[in-house]
């Protein structure tokens, strides 16, 4: 399952809503077969991954992580817990995932190419995100030069992944709750309103839709790079199919909201924290 480590990819950003999850009473899928459709899909490794998006919380507030030592990595372990995380999605999509949508995303994510797709997502997310974009950007750069038309089909891939343009609307609702919580916590001090830290957080939002845009991209073209032209189109057309976009809108809406609500917790836990100092 495609999914997006956001906070990795882009410095600082602003605001709006998380999409909404609306209750699809009656149509509900059962809680065993969504844990199964996690592991089928992968998306329960894509959940698990939104803890690495950790490390960059404390340079988002001006702080060096190493200055609290074991604390921090302890802290950190705690907050981001994958079963907790797991937990989390679990409720919302018991309420939220219909049946016809669950059937057909995993009879796709099932199939050998659609199993295929899974392993590879899988192994991507635990790269390291400098060297994915280092050798994805060399791919694209090749690309670009022989003039392929596998570039246009990932683009179209990764427009099928976000077909509402949400994903950086969401990384900067995250980014302002983060900083706001951070703050009634006493972790740092903001000298500006809630409404003039979103205007200064909004700035450049054209180069940062472009900077995610082109990371993006750089990852499609590694995470892809084994598969054929035939299969990297066929992929992305059973992205575009609306059932597949329901299930898409509603698994970003779900990793947005579980990130948002971690780094909430981990800027209430972080006033705890105590500098280590050198023996």
Same mark, same amino acid.
């Given at each position: 399952?495609?999914?997006?480590?956001?906070?990795?990819?882009?410095?600082?950003?602003?605001?709006?809503?998380?999409?909404?999850?609306?209750?699809?009473?009656?149509?509900?899928?059962?809680?065993?077969?969504?844990?199964?459709?996690?592991?089928?899909? %992968?998306?329960?490794?894509?959940?698990?991954?939104?803890?690495? &998006? &950790? $490390?960059?919380?404390?340079?988002?507030?001006?702080?060096?992580?190493?200055?609290?030592?074991?604390?921090?990595?302890?802290?950190?372990?705690?907050?981001?817990?994958?079963?907790?995380?797991?937990?989390?999605?679990?409720?919302? =999509?018991? +309420?939220?995932?219909?049946?016809?949508?669950?059937?057909?995303?995993?009879?796709?994510?099932?199939?050998?190419?659609?199993?295929?797709?899974?392993? $590879?997502?899988?192994?991507?997310?635990?790269?390291?995100?400098?060297? +994915?974009?280092?050798? %994805?950007?060399?791919?694209? &750069?090749?690309?670009?030069?022989?003039?392929? %038309?596998?570039?246009?089909?990932? +683009?179209?891939?990764?427009?099928?992944?976000? &077909?509402?343009?949400?994903?950086?609307?969401?990384?900067?609702?995250?980014?302002?709750?983060?900083?706001?919580?951070?703050?009634?916590? %006493?972790?740092?001090?903001?000298?500006?309103?809630?409404?003039?830290?979103?205007?200064?957080?909004?700035?450049?939002?054209?180069?940062?839709?472009?900077?995610?845009?082109?990371?993006?991209? $750089?990852?499609?073209?590694?995470?892809?790079?084994?598969?054929?032209?035939?299969?990297?189109?066929?992929?992305?057309? $059973?992205?575009?199919?609306?059932?597949?976009?329901?299930?898409?809108?509603?698994?970003?809406?779900?990793?947005?909201?579980?990130?948002?609500?971690?780094?909430?917790?981990?800027?209430?836990?972080?006033?705890? =924290?105590?500098?280590?100092?050198?023996?």
């Amino acid at each position: 399952m495609k999914h997006l480590r956001l906070l990795n990819w882009v410095p600082f950003a602003a605001v709006i809503v998380l999409l909404s999850l609306p209750a699809r009473p009656g149509q509900a899928a059962d809680r065993a077969r969504i844990e199964a459709f996690l592991v089928t899909t %992968g998306f329960d490794v894509a959940l698990d991954s939104i803890a690495l &998006s &950790s $490390a960059s919380a404390p340079q988002m507030l001006g702080l060096d992580a190493e200055a609290f030592g074991q604390q921090w990595r302890d802290l950190a372990e705690e907050v981001f817990d994958t079963e907790t995380m797991r937990s989390d999605a679990l409720d919302i =999509l018991e +309420k939220t995932l219909s049946e016809e949508a669950l059937d057909h995303a995993v009879d796709f994510y099932a199939s050998d190419l659609g199993q295929r797709l899974v392993v $590879a997502e899988n192994d991507s997310h635990l790269e390291d995100d400098d060297l +994915k974009q280092e050798a %994805g950007q060399a791919i694209v &750069s090749e690309l670009v030069r022989h003039g392929s %038309g596998r570039l246009e089909w990932l +683009k179209r891939m990764n427009r099928a992944i976000d &077909s509402s343009g949400t994903a950086l609307k969401a990384l900067q609702e995250i980014q302002l709750r983060f900083l706001l919580a951070a703050s009634a916590a %006493g972790v740092i001090e903001l000298d500006i309103d809630t409404e003039d830290l979103r205007a200064l957080l909004q700035r450049n939002e054209t180069e940062l839709r472009n900077a995610l845009q082109l990371s993006a991209l $750089a990852g499609a073209a590694f995470t892809y790079q084994a598969f054929s032209d035939a299969e990297v189109q066929s992929y992305t057309e $059973a992205l575009e199919e609306p059932l597949m976009q329901e299930v898409y809108e509603l698994l970003n809406a779900v990793q947005y909201h579980i990130m948002a609500d971690r780094f909430e917790h981990l800027a209430a836990r972080m006033a705890g =924290l105590q500098p280590t100092q050198d023996l």
